[in-house]
């Protein structure tokens, strides 16, 4: 499980692919601009991590169970952190990713499990098929497949991330219903972007055309 080379020095965070699935400026203004605000939402996400932020390793009636386990991929170019992996007796990893709201269906949490299964086939060679979701809240699990839809979404998605991260460009606000509980909204301004962009797109459609009879 050596993590050395520069074959992972742009690597993309497993995190940025859940960011990014759900909001590509959010990606960015994250990862590539360090802005992080807090509310209420991510102050109980942060609350539920930090119980397994803290490495161990521990046997549950033969399983071995790691937390907080360092994980990468060579192949995709990943590297990242699983909150918990269960490892079956014949090797078989189980990864389960904890969040802090009540059990329910979201593929920018499904991206991320994926993105754990991927690096913990390379690293032990063994296929991971599945994973779950952990939801704080109801205290339960939702059983994931990991699909080829899956993990063709994961491996399409990294190299935008990458492209992002290098060329530093912000993408523009998504502007919708994300922004509501979005801890990035102040930081982000999403409306007030929209709209000045809205307005430079009229400008040129108004004058455009004139400028270009003017030249002609």
Do not use: W
Not at 77 to 101: M, N, Q, S, W
């Amino acid at each position: 499980m050596d993590q050395s080379g520069d074959d992972l020095d742009d690597a993309v965070p497993i995190s940025a692919l859940q960011h990014y699935s759900y909001c590509p400026r959010q990606c960015a203004l994250i990862h590539m601009e360090q802005t992080f605000d807090e509310n209420l939402y991510t102050l109980r996400g942060r609350a539920v991590h930090e119980q397994v932020d803290m490495s161990e390793s521990r046997l549950e009636e033969g399983m071995r169970i790691e937390r907080a386990l360092p994980l990468y991929s060579r192949c995709v170019g990943l590297v990242g952190k699983a909150d918990v992996v269960e490892f079956a007796v014949d090797g078989t990893p189980y990864p389960v990713e904890y969040k802090h709201g009540p059990r329910r269906s979201s593929e920018h949490d499904d991206i991320q499990l994926a993105a754990q299964a991927l690096c913990l086939e390379e690293m032990t060679g063994r296929e991971v098929s599945v994973g779950a979701i952990y939801h704080h809240s109801s205290r339960r699990r939702r059983e994931v497949a990991i699909t080829p839809a899956l993990r063709d979404r994961v491996k399409s998605m990294v190299p935008k991330i990458r492209d992002m991260l290098r060329t530093g460009q912000l993408p523009p606000p998504v502007a919708d219903e994300r922004c509501r509980h979005c801890s990035l909204k102040d930081s982000c301004q999403p409306h007030t972007v929209a709209a000045k962009q809205r307005l430079h797109r009229l400008h040129r459609a108004l004058f455009t055309p004139e400028d270009e009879c003017a030249s002609s």
